[in-house]
């Protein structure tokens, strides 16, 4: 079994950073792409940002030039780094991976941490 485990996050003044990251632990072979979702109050979940193995990152348009993902392999942990944070930016926010298994390719999800941010 993989497990996703969040840190980071938390209430920030429109402005303000927030940095988070993302550890997977378990028993699998290698982990593929990472990435950070999000959703909103009443809305559906939404990419943020992805990252491959080899640190290729893709962001949603709304967070270019804002926030930057990066990951370490080593330590199979993958980071958010949140700067300029706007009010629309709160959501929980959920972290993401392509796992090799023993068996699979599977995709598991962190458990969700809360962004807020007051204007």
């Known amino acids: 079994q993989v497990r996703l485990v969040e840190s980071g996050g938390g209430l920030v003044q429109a402005g303000g950073s927030l940095e988070m990251s993302c550890a997977a632990s378990?028993?699998?072979?290698?982990?593929?792409?990472m990435g950070w979702y999000r959703q909103a109050p009443g809305k559906q979940r939404d990419l943020v940002a992805t990252?491959?193995?080899?640190?290729?990152?893709n962001y949603v348009d709304s967070v270019k030039g804002r926030f930057t993902i990066s990951r370490d392999n080593a330590k199979n942990t993958v980071y958010l780094q949140m700067n300029s944070l706007k009010p629309e930016d709160t959501a929980v926010y959920y972290c993401?991976?392509?796992?090799?298994?023993?068996?699979?390719?599977?995709?598991?999800w962190g458990q969700g941490t809360q962004v807020t941010v007051s204007s």
């Open positions: 993401n991976a392509i796992v090799f298994t023993f068996s699979e390719l599977a995709e598991y």
């Open positions: 378990g028993s699998f072979l290698s982990i593929n792409a």
């Open positions: 990252i491959t193995r080899g640190g290729s990152p």
